[in-house]
């Protein structure tokens, strides 16, 4: 059990799943059998996270970047949603998570927004946990495609402010990103939730995605509500005693 309190538990953590082709080399496999894994680490991760009380979970599952990767590697990734729609679509729902998919559906074939539209469907009334999977996504096309739908929408440029903007990107319907947590060991962003990251606080480990379970979790937001969160401001002056 974590012996975080409540009060001290992040609403919305994001996570790169990096480390699934290093796990599965380590066990002589091909990189896709790690990806395989993952999938099964990410069910069981949104689980344990639900049961600590963080309501929104991201997840970088393809990156705009991802395309670069070898033709199989690419079409094996697009093929395990699919597999992993028909094999957990059930069960998560009846964990009441709550999906939704964000990025650049217009790139992406026909059945594969079909089964995004159906985990969406099927999951849409969910409130245990939101768990927000980001696929052909990058920070910037975020921001850019923000930008392009403000401008479409005929917004001045005197009502374009921070709140406005944001109300363009992805994650819209999530709060503030809390914990931004990324596996595998590499320190950076790679171009994930650039916008959302601003005041996120950092978690970054060794442990490749599949091997990250309860532990690393609760290792996670151990760290997390141990840090002094200022938001660019300063630490409230401690009380002192005056004779
Ligand atoms: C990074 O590991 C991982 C990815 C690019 C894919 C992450 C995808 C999953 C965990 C599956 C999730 C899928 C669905 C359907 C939600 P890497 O391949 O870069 O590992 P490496 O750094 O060890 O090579």
Redesign the pocket.
Known sequence: MSSVAQQDIPQHVAIV???????AKKRFMP?FF??KA??DT?VKVVNHFADRGVKYLT?Y??SSE?WKRPEDEVSG?MG??LV?VSKYLTKMAADGIRIRIIGNRETVSQKLRDAWEQAESVTEGNSRITLS?AFNYGGRWDIVQACQRLLREGVPPSEVNEETLGRYTALSYAPELDLFIRT?GELRISNFLLWQTAYAEMFFTDC??PDFGKEEIDRALAAYAARDRRYGGLRPAPLVAHA
Do not use: E, I, P, T
């Open positions: 799943m990096d480390g699934n082709g290093r796990w990189r790690g990806h993952g999938v990410l997840v599952a393809f991802n990734l395990l949603v992993a999977v595998g490749l995605w």
